[in-house]
């Protein structure tokens, strides 16, 4: 049972990242992507069903940021495009009860099972 993440770096205001989680043993749980800025919460940013492919985001991210799942790949992706300096954080996916996750899939508790983090850093 894992989640293994990819991707992350450096980055200029209005470039693009993508980042890569690789689960395993999370058949039937939502994936999410939350981040932690420092001093800040642990904030969900958006997250995708694996029941239906439903997808949410925070308004912070929508229009901007893209999460995908390749089913055959078992693996789960964000694609970040027009990054800001407010974007800068340490990135994490994580795998939660479905139900949890569609009802406060924006709150770090709704998630039981976490990748090791990926630090985002976005320059001006």
């Known amino acids: 049972v894992q989640l293994v993440q990819s991707g992350g770096g450096l980055v200029q205001a209005g470039g693009s990242l993508r980042l890569s989680c690789a689960t395993s043993?999370?058949?039937?749980?939502?994936i999410g992507w939350l981040r932690q800025a420092p001093g800040k919460e642990r904030e969900g940013i958006s997250y995708?069903?694996?029941?239906?492919?439903?997808?949410y985001y925070a308004d912070s991210v929508k229009g901007r940021f893209t999460i995908s799942n390749d089913n055959a790949k078992k693996t789960v992706y964000l694609q970040m495009n027009n990054l800001k300096p407010e974007d800068t954080a340490v990135y994490y996916c994580?795998?939660?009860?479905?139900?949890?996750?569609?009802?406060?899939?924006?709150?770090?508790?709704?998630?039981?099972?976490w990748g090791q983090g990926t630090q985002v850093t976005v320059s001006a």
């Open positions: 995708i069903s694996s029941l239906d492919g439903t997808t």
């Open positions: 994580a795998a939660g009860e479905e139900a949890w996750v569609r009802a406060r899939g924006d709150f770090h508790g709704a998630y039981d099972f």
């Open positions: 043993g999370y058949d039937g749980y939502a």
